[in-house]
């Protein structure tokens, strides 16, 4: 029932900018946590950003004055926000969230299906 839903990929030029949404659909009492990780062809998934609840950040190197994460808990969406990408970012990115679709029930963990980032040089 709950899904979580990536927007915003696309081909661009080597220095542009890109807002990925990363929507949560269905009954969600809170979101604990969220990130943005990456794929690219031939590596693995890794981490690009994360925010929690409370609004505290943290960046992987790479994404380090380049890249924004924030969330807009009224509507249960998160964003992040791509600056100067270079060719090195083209990537799948996928969104992840854990969170709690009751304030009962026990947190859990969720993937959206990736949306594609690619930079031309």
């Known amino acids: 029932q709950v899904q979580l839903v990536e927007s915003g990929g696309g081909l661009v030029q080597a220095g542009e900018s890109l807002t990925l949404s990363c929507a949560a659909s269905g009954s969600i009492f809170s979101i604990n946590f969220m990130g943005w990780y990456r794929q690219a062809p031939g590596k693995q998934r890794e981490l690009v950003a994360s925010?929690?609840?409370?609004?505290?950040?943290n960046y992987a190197d790479c994404a380090k004055g380049r890249f924004t994460i924030s969330r807009d808990n009224a509507k249960n969406t998160g964003y992040l926000q791509l600056n100067s990408l270079k060719p090195e970012d083209t990537a799948v990115y996928y969104c992840?969230?854990?969170?709690?679709?009751?304030?009962?029930?026990?947190?859990?963990?969720?993937w959206g299906q990736g949306t594609q980032v690619t930079v031309s040089s």
């Open positions: 925010i929690t609840s409370g609004g505290s950040t």
């Open positions: 992840n969230a854990d969170l709690k679709v009751s304030r009962l029930r026990v947190a859990s963990n969720y």
